[in-house]
């Protein structure tokens, strides 16, 4: 797990804090998978909420385009990333994104998240091979 806030120890699981926005981020990544291709991304980064809604959505939303873009790199082919996305304008331009290099994109609405809430996942699964 890589978090840029500290998290409480959990036997058998790998912990670093580290700022995903830092320019060597995915040296660090492949680094500690020794240069090999992961399985699964799961993101669930987001902003602090401002209150406004647009703006969180749009801020969240390239943080989510980031982690996109870093799949490409790291994930195996036909892995799976999981990712938090904010409801909004540039909801459609993400999912076409993420269309361009997976081959299976799903919405989903955790039930834990409030029903008011713009919190959302996409599911996307079968990177496609360059």
Same mark, same amino acid.
């Given at each position: ?105 799903? #919405? ?5 998240? #409030?029903?008011?809430? #713009? ?5 996307? #699964? ?5």
């Amino acid at each position: 797990s890589i978090d840029i806030l500290d998290m409480d120890k959990i036997d058998n699981i790998f912990f670093y804090k580290k700022d995903f926005n830092e320019v060597d981020f995915l040296d660090f990544v492949n680094n500690f998978f020794d240069q090999n291709k992961v399985d699964i991304v799961l993101s669930d980064m987001a902003v602090n909420t401002t209150g406004n809604k647009d703006l969180d959505a749009i801020k969240t939303n390239s943080i989510a385009l980031d982690v996109i873009n870093l799949s490409k790199v790291i994930l195996k082919p036909k892995s799976t990333l999981l990712v938090k996305i904010f409801s909004g304008k540039d909801e459609d331009i993400l999912i076409k994104n993420a269309k361009d290099f997976f081959k299976s994109i799903e #919405r989903i609405k955790p039930d834990s998240s #409030r029903k008011e809430s #713009r919190e959302m996942y996409l599911l996307c #699964r079968n990177l496609k091979t360059v």
